[in-house]
């Protein structure tokens, strides 16, 4: 018993002694006490509830998130390829990407190949994103549903090709080189099937053909570990070891990705509410502390016209509310485009809950001298930030990132700069854009 008290008080002891008064890095000679009073009022960036750029009430709901996603299409910005290499035009990304900055927000984009029934890429339904060069080698051969899980029509990308496989890897090698430090993307979302969502519901699975072989997945996604720093998420459906390595191998689950639920909250999504899929998929890809290192997120259920435009009422939906629901699964983003539908999609309600996401910084204490300014921070939120953040006096940072702070946990800082007016105080990240602000909050007595 004496064990078990002290394993579930022990983050209580160390709050304390981070914040005791004795600290001595709080009591050194030499030093004053800062008065600090601040409020976090507004979403916050690379957080949230996400709409979709199309979306016709994009502006009214503007200051009610940060993100908006967009599906992207590998064969509009790769135009070929010429002596061994790609040929790229990027404007078709571009503008999507200056499009969602115009609205101060971020976003999430996901590549993919396969999307039932689409008409984008060339008129077709079902037509897959694979690159036109591709598609026209001799030894390209792609697969068709004509109503893939009562989707409709859909082709499917021929994993046998091997341009195909060194064409997937290459492009996230380029992608990343122009894009891994572009403040206008937050979050990419990758993976293989409909949608990108690591299944192809309706047909015959038929690994190495159809879908990615095994060794193939695990070879791609320790290449994109190693050259995407943008924060990068999969699928919860990649738990399922009938598609896909990931939970039986402790390499790929050493890997920092994130995860995306593309049915969160519908009416059977906890073990205690029926089936558990999605739960059980959480418990096996996420292992309790993935959300500790990889951004959790996803899109609210379309099973139902019911799912989007009810869940963000006060009362709860299928006996559980979204804080609850977004606390439980350190919810970073999440996508609602059809909230504004419903009753209690309003511009307030919307800011409410994407403010229930995320990273919530805290000052607890502050403390400066001619040369230093030193500071006890927390994190009240439910998830960490994923990127670096500093505090800063002037243009003048922490050499300590706000980056992987977990709820709850409190770390000491530095600043090399004397602070003599508490306004001059503020968070600045290299990965958000100009126009946007973190908020941290304090309130501070001299």
């Not at 590549?111 to 694979?130: I, K, L």
């Not at 951004?295 to 139902?304: A, D, F, Q």
């Amino acid at each position: 018993m004496k064990k078990l008290f002290l394993f579930f008080f022990l983050p209580t002891l160390l709050f304390l002694w981070a914040c005791h008064p004795d600290d001595p890095f709080f009591t050194e000679k030499g030093f004053h006490s800062v008065a600090l009073s601040s409020t976090i009022d507004s979403v916050q960036p690379m957080t949230g509830l996400v709409m979709w750029p199309t979306h016709s009430q994009r502006l009214k709901y503007a200051p009610s998130i940060s993100l908006e996603f967009q599906y992207c299409l590998p064969c509009r910005v790769v135009t070929g390829k010429v002596d061994g290499k790609l040929q790229y035009d990027w404007s078709y990304l571009e503008t999507i990407l200056n499009d969602i900055q115009s609205r101060n927000h971020q976003a999430i984009i996901r590549f993919r190949y396969e999307y039932p029934n689409n008409t984008m890429v060339d008129g077709t339904a079902g037509s897959t994103a694979v690159p036109q060069y591709i598609k026209d080698l001799p030894d390209y051969n792609e697969t068709f549903n004509k109503n893939a899980g009562g989707d409709g029509p859909t082709y499917y990308a021929d994993w046998t090709n091997a341009e195909l496989q060194w064409f997937t890897k290459q492009f996230y090698t380029d992608f990343a080189e122009r894009y891994n430090h572009d403040q206008r993307i937050a979050f990419v979302e990758l993976g293989f099937g409909h949608w990108s969502e690591y299944h192809i519901y309706g047909t015959r699975l038929k690994l190495g053909e159809n879908f990615p072989s095994k060794d193939y997945q695990k070879e791609f996604l320790a290449h994109v570990s190693q050259v995407l720093s943008i924060p990068w998420a999969i699928s919860i459906d990649a738990a399922d070891s009938g598609y896909t390595p990931i939970v039986a191998d402790p390499d790929l689950m050493a890997l920092s990705f994130g995860v995306f639920d593309d049915s969160f909250m519908h009416e059977h999504h906890e073990i205690r509410q029926g089936d558990g899929y999605n739960e059980r998929c959480w418990n096996e890809i996420g292992n309790d502390t993935r959300w500790q290192r990889g951004v959790c997120g996803g899109e609210v259920s379309y099973y139902t016209n019911f799912d989007q435009r009810n869940f963000l009422n006060p009362e709860g939906m299928y006996g559980w509310t979204w804080e609850a629901a977004a606390a439980k699964y350190h919810i970073t983003f999440m996508i609602s485009n059809d909230a504004p539908g419903g009753v209690y999609g309003t511009v307030e309600r919307f800011q409410e809950a994407s403010m229930a996401t995320g990273y919530k910084f805290r000052v607890l204490r502050c403390i400066t001298n001619d040369t230093e300014t030193r500071l006890s921070v927390t994190n009240d939120g439910i998830a960490p930030i994923y990127r670096d953040a500093f505090f800063t006096i002037g243009d003048i940072c922490s050499n300590t990132s706000l980056k992987g702070l977990l709820p709850q946990d409190t770390i000491n800082l530095s600043i090399p700069s004397p602070l003599s007016d508490a306004n001059t105080l503020h968070i600045t990240s290299p990965h958000i854009l100009p126009t946007q602000t973190i908020e941290f909050a304090a309130n501070i007595a001299e």
